[in-house]
């Protein structure tokens, strides 16, 4: 087997270290708003003194054994902050969590140096923690991951999985050993070292497209996003609905299309201001995601008006009960500034395929009965009172 020179790996295994450690921060620099990066970050910055140290002994005067304790304290340390980051990442926060492995890290710094003289044992308390917190890190990674998110994932878990595999030869070198000289010199400790580190560029590359995924959604998201009520916009109720007419075309299955005006919306702006009016449209866009079943789809396309999607209907007596509870929860009073406002809507529907095959043709039927719905006496009503 060929022998890898110590310093030269070494060298390259601080070089690895650094670069991952930038790489990392700048990541973590540009999307702060997403979750587990600067605990990533934090991660990747203990990486580079870990190894760097070791590159250093010649030149400082520390002890060789406190160095590597030092080594081991951070590299473990390092791993828990990846899991953690990584959790945070996946949307699973939690700050009883954070506390308990906290409380681990100065465990890992006392078991580091009480072991710092014995590789043996050194070995057999580091591997085996290290290689479990990062099949765990992996795991979590990949859970539920889909799409182009997944094969990112995949980056970086397999990357974890392989440096776990060489923490657990290492493990298994160090377990049938007699002694710790013949362990210092197995030949494929460096190897695993070198494929350890490796790994570690593996990792920082498939977490970084991973933060550049969720940033790239982010931004298509929020470009598909009405500002103030946070439901799908013009753009985004579009392209539902003609997907809506595809898969319903090919499946031969009916939905309904609603649309809901808001009557007497300009006389709340009139008289208590558009920021009330701003709220009042806040309340309505709550009170629609709460008509929604797991399937049905809610947007507004501009001013007071909004858009409902109710698939599984497809007869004209489903659409009727559904706009009955759909004016259900939408009616009734609510308090916007200390103001009682009664919130009425006109609602028109069209029943696809029935009313129409294209979405102009939903949207012109759908259009037309909410202007005869609206024009009803019993809806022209002083909807705007002011408590007393």
Request: hydrophobic share 50%; charged share 20%.
């Amino acid at each position: 087997m060929v022998n890898l020179d110590r310093a030269t790996l070494d060298l390259v295994v601080a070089c690895i270290s650094v670069i991952s450690m930038l790489v990392m921060l700048a990541v973590w620099h540009i999307n702060r708003d997403i979750p587990g990066t600067g605990v990533w970050a934090a991660a990747a910055s203990m990486v580079a003194p870990a190894f760097l140290l070791i590159r250093l002994i010649p030149i400082i005067d520390i002890p060789m054994s406190l160095i590597v304790a030092f080594n081991n304290s951070l590299t473990l340390t390092t791993t828990l902050l990846m899991l953690e980051g990584t959790l945070r990442f996946r949307g699973y926060p939690s700050q009883v969590r954070w506390r308990w492995g906290l409380v681990l890290i100065p465990a890992f710094i006392l078991l580091a140096f009480l072991n710092r003289d014995d590789m043996i044992r050194r070995y057999l308390f580091h591997d085996v923690i290290a290689a479990s917190l990062m099949l765990g890190t992996a795991f979590i990674l990949i859970w539920k991951t889909r799409d182009l998110d997944l094969l990112a994932a995949c980056i970086g878990a397999i990357s974890l999985s392989i440096m776990a595999i060489g923490f657990i030869m290492r493990w298994h070198l160090a377990f049938i050993s007699n002694n710790n000289a013949e362990l210092a010199k197995h030949p494929l400790l460096n190897f695993i070292y070198l494929i350890v580190v490796l790994c570690l560029l593996g990792w920082t590359y498939g977490v970084s497209v991973c933060c550049n995924l969720r940033a790239q959604k982010s931004i298509l998201e929020m470009a598909r996003e009405d500002v103030l009520t946070g439901l799908p916009n013009r753009r985004h109720v579009d392209e539902m609905l003609d997907k809506a007419i595809a898969q319903s075309g090919r499946n031969q299955q009916g939905f309904g299309f609603i649309l809901i005006d808001l009557n007497h919306f300009k006389s709340v702006n009139d008289r208590f201001g558009h920021q009330a009016g701003d709220l009042l449209l806040k309340e309505v866009a709550k009170r629609l995601k709460s008509f929604c079943r797991h399937a049905d789809f809610v947007g507004r396309i501009g001013g007071d008006e909004f858009v409902a999607l109710t698939f599984g209907v497809n007869q004209e007596s489903q659409l009727d009960s559904t706009l009955l509870r759909l004016k259900k929860i939408l009616e009734g009073p609510c308090t916007i500034q200390g103001n009682t406002i009664e919130i009425e809507a006109a609602l028109g529907s069209a029943l696809f395929p029935t009313d129409g095959r294209s979405a102009d043709k939903l949207m012109q039927t759908a259009d037309q009965r909410m202007y005869i719905d609206k024009s009803v006496p019993e809806n022209i009503l002083a909807a705007v009172t002011q408590r007393a």
